[in-house]
């Protein structure tokens, strides 16, 4: 079945810290990049991380050293451990999926999960 299902989204105070998961099928998860996308209110989306199946990993720079992605084969999972969080890291977040690292091209997208850090 060809599907992202996102979880982990929520509020959290400054400082504070999330995990977002993205569940999906066998065949996706083996053979692609795996990523997240954010779009914050009023602005573009923009791509936050994204990891290969080979694990290699890219960050945006505005969350390199507070971000994790990570990658669990035995759950077709990847996720996003989000530390440090500021404010300007509230957007809803997207899973997406697609065969280049950078995620230039994405083949399936999630549905979205919204991620509110207050002041």
């Known amino acids: 079945q060809v599907q992202l299902v996102e979880s982990g989204g929520g509020s959290v105070q400054a400082g504070g810290s999330l995990r977002l998961s993205c569940a999906t099928s066998?065949?996706?998860?083996?053979?692609?990049?795996m990523g997240w996308f954010r779009q914050a209110s009023g602005k573009q989306r923009e791509l936050v991380a994204g990891?290969?199946?080979?694990?290699?990993?890219n960050y945006a720079d505005s969350v390199k050293g507070r971000f994790t992605i990570s990658r669990d084969n035995a759950k077709n999972t990847v996720h996003l451990q989000m530390n440090s969080l500021k404010p300007e890291d509230t957007a809803v977040y997207y899973c997406?999926?697609?065969?280049?690292?950078?995620?230039?091209?994405?083949?399936?997208w999630g549905q979205g999960t919204q991620v509110t850090v207050s002041s």
């Open positions: 066998r065949s996706i998860f083996s053979s692609n990049t």
């Open positions: 990891i290969s199946s080979q694990t290699k990993t």
């Open positions: 997406a999926a697609g065969p280049f690292l950078r995620l230039t091209v994405v083949n399936f």
